[in-house]
């Protein structure tokens, strides 16, 4: 059971990273027109974070502080990794800064925290 | 009963003479007048890459394009997506407006689904816009690849490269790696799809979705393309290889940054 529990922590974790790494690409891209066509789409992993989120308990609550401060620093890592691997190839106009509160809007929105 | 007549001038009001033999249409009964239209020829749009499509289809393609031409002014109307695969397992319909002008997606929404009944998705863009898009996008020009179209189009653009907007296309594929289990097999096919048209893109090969199809079955050495879309995978396989498609495209995106073979843009 636990160690269903942490998988489920882990795709949550996936596709919540995966979700931010996207907005925060979206905002680098000047070409607002054409990043805005597929905002549709932008939801698919949120969607699905959300879809395993609602199997990990307390569902209707927050997570405990213990679970909440891990699977905040493994999404952050996650994301600036990521992002810093794009950086170091030359992509323009990534902020970093905004990793932090995006994470945050995220756990919120899927009442982790 | 219906009668066909023409409106008389009169002195002081004007009138409409009927026949007095005549079924129906009682002296003091009330009656509606209102103006006989002539029908309209409704020209029959054009098929790009479609070998068949079921009549009630095309019905349905010409019935979106008479209500988008009757609320708003445009150059083109294309309809694409899934809904021109065969059968009826489609989501929504695609229905691309080419106008200069600034039409009210959402009212043209409405109007549509509020006659046809099937969930529509509108995108509205200038030709400017079209064009930029088949040259920078990927998933735009395997969309137009097979489409209906009201007016006949010819687009020739190369391809150009824009990193952040295919490594943005390309992010979408990864959510497979981590929820294979999850995802159904329309699901699966359609990241999948996403990555390999990325891929050719890169290549710089000009995409349809035959050609994106037929590279998936060469690279998952699947029997067909059904095999994905039916969610009949072997898990490890499929995923060893999609791993490593993902990687090989992504790092292309990546190169594509300082050192691009085509002309880069952005």
Do not use: W
């Not at chain 1, 931010?20 to 549709?40: F, P, Q, S």
């Not at chain 2, 209102?34 to 019905?59: A, D, H, Q, W």
């Not at chain 2, 981590?178 to 995802?183: K, M, P």
């Amino acid at each position: 059971m636990a160690q269903n529990r942490k998988r489920l922590i882990d795709l949550f974790i996936g596709n919540i990273s995966n979700s931010v790494m996207h907005k925060i690409l979206e905002k680098a891209t000047e070409d607002k027109e054409l990043a805005g066509r597929y905002n549709k789409e932008l939801s698919t992993s949120l969607e699905i974070a959300k879809k395993y989120r609602e199997k990990i308990n307390p569902v209707n609550a927050s997570l405990p502080d213990k679970d909440i401060e891990y699977i905040k620093s493994r999404i952050t890592n996650k994301v600036k990794n990521e992002l810093m691997q794009r950086i170091s190839k030359g992509y323009e106009n990534i902020d970093l800064d905004l990793v932090e509160g995006l994470v945050n809007d995220a756990l919120k929105d899927t009442k982790v925290v | 009963m219906e009668l066909i007549a023409k409106i008389s001038k009169g002195s002081k009001m004007d009138q409409v003479y009927i026949p007095k033999n005549r079924i129906g249409f009682s002296a003091g009964s009330y009656v509606i007048i209102r103006p006989l239209e002539g029908k309209k020829t409704v020209e029959k749009p054009y098929l790009y890459n479609i070998k068949s499509i079921e009549p009630v289809k095309l019905e349905i393609a010409e019935e979106i394009i008479s209500i988008i031409d009757k609320i708003t002014e445009n150059e083109n109307i294309i309809i694409t997506g899934s809904f021109l695969e065969k059968g009826f397992n489609f989501n929504d319909i695609d229905v691309m407006i080419i106008s200069e002008g600034k039409a009210d997606e959402e009212y043209a929404r409405k109007s549509i689904e509020d006659s046809i009944k099937i969930k529509t998705h509108i995108i509205l863009l200038d030709d400017k816009a079209l064009i930029k898009g088949l040259e920078t996008d990927p998933i735009y020009q395997m969309m137009l690849s097979r489409c209906i179209a009201k007016k006949r189009f010819i687009y020739k653009t190369k391809n150009k490269i824009n990193y952040k907007l295919l490594d943005l296309h390309l992010l979408k594929s990864k959510s497979l790696i981590d929820n294979f289990g999850l995802l159904n097999g329309e699901e699966k096919y359609y990241l999948t799809r996403n990555m390999v048209a990325i891929s050719l893109f890169l290549q710089n090969k000009k995409i349809d979705k035959e050609k994106v199809d037929k590279e998936i079955i060469r690279i998952f050495d699947l029997r067909d393309i059904n095999d994905i879309k039916q969610n009949i995978l072997d898990k490890n396989n499929f995923l060893k290889n999609y791993k490593n498609v993902y990687k090989k495209t992504f790092d292309m995106v990546m190169e594509s940054i300082n050192g691009p073979k085509q002309e880069k843009i952005n």
